[in-house]
């Protein structure tokens, strides 16, 4: 089945741990990209990946990293976490670009304290 | 960065009812794409526009790329209550920002049966 997964679904930390949200697709997507979506705000972008090796800021890219290792793997790295990133997540894919259709996770609930 | 403007913000309506939604933008798009999230779920494509003018159908569901390449509507007929959920315009300008997508702040919509 063609899918987004992210893991975890849910965690609550603390200010300061660092902590890493995975994102892997099995469609064999060129693209990748990560939102938080905030009551009232809709999805705002925070990094995309236009392929392996590649990837550039969005919307909202402060107190974020990613990198893009493989073609399948978009991990979402929060190196200092604040309570301002307490939000839903969520990855998506597609085949090329933003300009295409893309599939999105299930949406990851971070809670930081 | 480029703003969506997507209204009304929520809407309450019987069903049976028809449903009209529209974002508006400060800058021009090249696509537009129409989003549904159910809760707990990440968004799922419904309809996606790619030419000025553009009218495209989707089962009950309709959404037009207006002239200006500013604006574009999506339109429910008929709603029962599975349309229940947020619905979600997003644009791609293309060019250098093919890789952003920007969305729309979201539409609620509640049915009643």
């Known amino acids: 089945e063609a899918q987004v997964t992210q893991n975890p679904r849910y965690l609550i930390t603390v200010t300061g741990k660092k902590l890493t949200v995975t994102c892997s697709q099995n469609?064999?997507?060129?693209?990748m990209s990560w939102y938080r979506q905030d009551p009232g705000l809709g999805l705002r972008q925070i990094y995309y990946?236009?392929?392996?090796?590649?990837?550039d800021k969005g919307d909202v890219p402060e107190g974020y990293k990613v990198s893009r290792k493989e073609k399948r793997n978009f991990p979402l790295i929060l190196e200092s976490p604040s309570p301002n990133q307490t939000s839903l997540y969520f990855c998506?894919?597609?085949?090329?670009?933003?300009?295409?259709?893309?599939?999105f996770g299930d949406g990851t609930r971070l809670s930081i304290l | 960065g480029q703003q969506l403007n997507q209204s009304p913000q929520s809407m309450f309506i019987q069903e049976g009812e028809d449903v009209s939604m529209n974002c508006t933008s400060s800058?021009?798009?090249?696509?537009w794409l129409w989003y549904k999230q159910d809760p707990g779920e990440g968004p799922v494509l419904l309809i996606a526009?790619?030419?000025?003018?553009e009218l495209t159908s989707n089962g009950r569901l309709t959404a037009q790329f207006g002239i200006t390449r500013k604006d574009s509507f999506l339109n429910i007929s008929a709603s029962i209550p599975s349309d229940v959920g947020i619905y979600f315009c997003?644009?791609?300008?293309?060019?250098?920002?093919?890789?952003?997508?920007?969305f729309g702040q979201g539409t609620i919509l509640t049915v009643h049966p």
């Open positions: 526009l790619y030419k000025a003018g």
């Open positions: 800058s021009i798009f090249n696509t």
């Open positions: 990946s236009m392929n392996v090796e590649v990837t």
């Open positions: 469609m064999n997507h060129e693209y």
């Open positions: 998506a894919s597609s085949l090329f670009d933003g300009n295409q259709p893309q599939h």
């Open positions: 997003a644009g791609n300008a293309g060019g250098t920002s093919y890789g952003k997508l920007t």
